[in-house]
């Protein structure tokens, strides 16, 4: 699996309606849903469910549900 880095802003400049830029309070064990394509031919595209499994400063680690 390719992994892809994204610059600050790029992530910085997402928009989506309903959800606080930046108010993002995530725990480990919660569903987070991808809002965008990240890797389409390992299936991490719009809408696949994920259960996060660690958190760190600056890296989510989720499995797909």
Known sequence: MSKTRFTMEFLNGIKSSGIPNHRLK???????????????????????RLTVTHLWKSKIVATVI
């Open 26 to 48: 995530l725990t480990v064990g919660c569903p987070v849903m991808l809002m965008r394509n990240i890797d389409h031919a390992n299936g991490l595209c719009n809408g696949t």
